[in-house]
């Protein structure tokens, strides 16, 4: 959720890191600051509250020197947000300089610690004690400290250091926490996220855990917690700048959603045979074996499990159950022979996710992660040969649209390869249903058509307080992720029933403005669908429906505003009609004139408890 950058080379640090800083920015952060060292290892910190805007002016104010340096965007975890929270930290000289991701769990003891040694504290943060901590271990050589510094340090990190007595190094280490670092002549450059890296290079080092990294103008060595040098692997990114950044949208939401058209093909090209489930890492005796899927995951992708539940069971008749994340981790699931793990994880970063698959392994399940960012650390600890990716390209906005209709997709894909597999799907069913995913991305585009009469609805419809998003069976699962979309980015109470628990409570709140927003995709359960509508309309409130071309007649009725979708597949109207429903959360809340792309409070990778 923060940001880390760091520079050196020949260029003045406080413009590259600055610019590295924006465009990490939408990792969301209330802060932000950077420390520039020059050549005789003078050190200046600018930190302060509040947006980029304003670390620029402090900068113009008051201007730093030094073509090497380390800069961080802060969301607050440990002390409120404030310039002296901001990052980088310094030791009682300030002749250290420290950015830190993640979450120091013994900051409290270390304090004591370093206090009793002599340090004065100048923050609220967990991060300030590695500052102390480097200057009371240093010994004149940062690799080593930084080496011993380990053992000290609990919990998760990435940092970023500068040290005056070592004014020609910059260093990096992590641990459960993302660092990326890159090198071109006489130039390195480290982040926390890829983007903040493209416009200088694209080929780029994931650094391990316990890894230290050292950068200077000669390049990049990478050494192992036991001090061990190791050959750095490169990796080189296939996004382009252009495709990190908003290319015309208003709003990085807007854009992604305006990019699953090409996402749901990228995510389907690589797996389109019918019959060659080679992608698929399951042998088909694995997969007659599976007794038990347990999917985990945290907030949309969560959402896109659930979908997954639905089509395992249904088309692949394995018994499937979907956790929250957080939940899985600590309830000591039993895990038995012939179970399948599999998360679900748009950035491979998210912490609660994380940890359940390590729960999950520890345990002796096998497990499959489905992830969008190459080499993230979940793709890392499943194994990439247990990583299926689904080639959405870097979802920015916080609000996740591209990485939820592809995880969706993927799960379906799953689902059908396993129902082949073990026989229980016929191969003309199958045939079907893959005929229905090569047409998913042209119907993807029609759909993107809806965009003015959502706008217009929404417009009508902003000032509710309260809206309702009902569904049978998968329209269940995407009211779920549809009433997400909505609070995520419009702030409007709004929460999913499966339509058939209207009566058990929720009708209590129906009323005259209040708006119910209907998912009715699904033939099989359309009469109760229109059922539960008549209800909701004789208590005075909205409807607002989204249904396939071929319900649209029945439907039209029982609805206020009636949203239609191209025909599909029934697996994969629920898939297509999400679009025009993060449409409608887009429109609401561009309407309310909230912050689209960086919601209050919330942050796009969660890899804090
Ligand atoms: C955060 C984001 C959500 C995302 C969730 C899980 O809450 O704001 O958009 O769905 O984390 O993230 P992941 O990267 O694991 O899919």
Same mark, same amino acid.
């Given at each position: 959720m ?10 003045k ?15 969301g952060?209330?802060?932000a600051g950077?420390?520039?060292m ?5 050190l200046?910190v ?6 980029l805007?304003?670390?620029k002016?402090?900068?113009e104010?008051?201007?730093v020197?030094?073509c ?9 975890t440990?002390?409120?947000p404030?310039d002296?929270?901001?990052h980088?930290?310094?030791d ?5 300089a420290?950015?830190?991701?993640g ?21 609220q943060?967990?991060t ?18 930084l080496?011993?510094?380990?053992g000290?340090l609990?919990g ?5 250091v500068l040290c005056d ?8 280490m992590?641990?459960?926490s ?5 090198c ?17 290079t ?7 855990d316990?890894?230290v ?7 990049l ?6 001090g ?7 990796f080189?990114? $296939? ?5 990190a $950044? ?5 709003h990085?939401m807007l854009?992604e ?17 019918l019959g ?7 042998s ?14 945290c907030?949309?992708a ?5 979908m997954?539940?639905?089509a395992?069971?249904?088309l ?9 994340a957080s939940?899985?981790r ?6 038995? $022979? ?10 491979g ?5 994380l940890?359940?698959?390590r ?9 499959l992660a489905i ?7 979940i793709?890392?600890?499943a ?9 959405a390209?870097p979802?920015?906005a916080?609000a996740?649209?591209?990485a939820?209709?592809t995880q969706?997709?993927?799960m379906?894909?799953?689902a059908v ?23 998913l991305?042209?119907?993807a ?5 809806l ?6 609805i929404?417009s ?5 307080k309260?809206?309702?998003f009902?569904?049978r069976?998968?329209?269940?699962a995407?009211s779920?992720e549809?009433?997400?979309?909505l609070k ?10 499966a339509?058939?628990e209207l009566k058990?409570g ?5 009323k005259p403005?209040?708006?119910?927003v209907a ?5 099989r359960?359309?009469?109760k669908?229109?059922?539960?509508l008549?209800?909701?309309r004789?208590r ?5 429906a989204v249904c396939?071309?071929?319900?649209a007649q ?6 206020d ?15 297509l ?6 449409l409608?959360?887009?429109?609401m809340?561009v309407a309310?004139?909230c ?9 796009k990778?969660v890899?804090?408890?």
């Amino acid at each position: 959720m923060c940001g880390i950058v760091g520079y050196i080379g020949p260029k003045k640090a406080a413009d590259v890191l600055v610019n590295g800083l924006e465009r990490l920015s939408y990792r969301g952060y209330d802060s932000a600051g950077v420390a520039v060292m020059d050549e005789k290892g003078r050190l200046a910190v600018r930190k302060t509250k509040g947006k980029l805007e304003q670390l620029k002016r402090l900068l113009e104010e008051s201007p730093v020197d030094g073509c090497t340096g380390i800069g961080h965007t802060r969301w607050a975890t440990h002390g409120e947000p404030s310039d002296l929270n901001a990052h980088p930290h310094t030791d009682v000289k300030g002749g250290i300089a420290v950015v830190h991701n993640g979450i120091i769990e013994n900051h409290e003891a270390l304090r004591k610690h370093l206090e009793g040694c002599g340090a004065v504290f100048a923050s609220q943060t967990d991060t300030e004690v590695i500052a102390h901590l480097l200057n009371e271990l240093y010994d004149g050589d940062m690799l080593h400290t930084l080496l011993r510094a380990q053992g000290m340090l609990q919990g998760s990190y990435a940092i970023g250091v500068l040290c005056d007595r070592e004014p020609d190094q910059l260093f990096c280490m992590r641990c459960d926490s993302p660092l990326v670092a890159a090198c071109r002549e006489g130039e390195g450059f480290l982040a926390s996220d890829v983007p903040a890296l493209l416009s200088h290079t694209r080929d780029v080092v994931f650094l391990q855990d316990r890894q230290v990294g050292v950068l200077s103008r000669q390049g990049l060595r990478v050494i192992d917690e036991y001090g061990q040098a190791c050959e750095p692997s490169f990796f080189h990114v $296939e996004w382009d700048q252009s495709s990190a $950044e908003k290319g015309g949208f208003a709003h990085y939401m807007l854009k992604e959603i305006h990019e699953q058209p090409t996402a749901l093909q990228n995510t389907f090209a690589p797996r389109s045979r019918l019959g060659d489930f080679q992608w698929l890492p399951l042998s088909e005796d694995t997969a007659c074996r599976l007794r038990r899927i347990t999917i985990v995951a945290c907030g949309t992708a969560y959402h896109a499990g659930v979908m997954g539940k639905y089509a395992l069971e249904q088309l692949a008749r394995i018994p499937t159950e979907v956790d929250i994340a957080s939940e899985y981790r600590y309830r000591q699931p039993p895990v038995g $022979e012939n179970e399948l793990l599999i998360a679900i994880s748009q950035s491979g970063e998210t912490a609660d996710t994380l940890a359940a698959l390590r729960e999950a392994k520890r345990r002796g399940a096998s497990v499959l992660a489905i992830c969008n960012a190459v080499g993230s650390t979940i793709t890392r600890e499943a194994g990439e040969e247990n990583t299926l990716y689904t080639y959405a390209g870097p979802e920015i906005a916080v609000a996740s649209t591209k990485a939820y209709v592809t995880q969706t997709e993927m799960m379906i894909m799953i689902a059908v390869a396993l129902g082949v597999m073990r026989n229980t799907l016929s191969m003309e069913r199958a045939e079907a249903l893959y005929q229905s995913l090569r047409e998913l991305p042209s119907k993807a585009a029609d759909t993107l058509g809806l965009e003015g009469r959502l706008q217009q609805i929404a417009s009508r419809m902003s000032s509710r307080k309260h809206v309702f998003f009902v569904g049978r069976s998968v329209d269940y699962a995407l009211s779920m992720e549809a009433a997400l979309k909505l609070k995520e980015v419009s702030y409007l109470f709004s929460e999913a029933y499966a339509a058939g628990e209207l009566k058990h409570g929720p009708i209590a709140l129906l009323k005259p403005g209040r708006l119910v927003v209907a998912c009715v995709t699904q033939p099989r359960v359309l009469e109760k669908m229109l059922a539960n509508l008549q209800e909701v309309r004789a208590r005075g409130a909205e409807v607002l429906a989204v249904c396939p071309d071929a319900l649209a007649q029945q439907v039209r009725p029982q609805a206020d505003e009636l949203i239609v979708i191209p025909d599909t597949d029934e697996w994969l109207a629920p898939l297509l009609a999400a679009i025009p429903l993060q449409l409608f959360a887009y429109c609401m809340a561009v309407a309310r004139g909230c912050d689209v792309d960086q919601p209050r409070n919330l942050a796009k990778s969660v890899t804090v408890e």
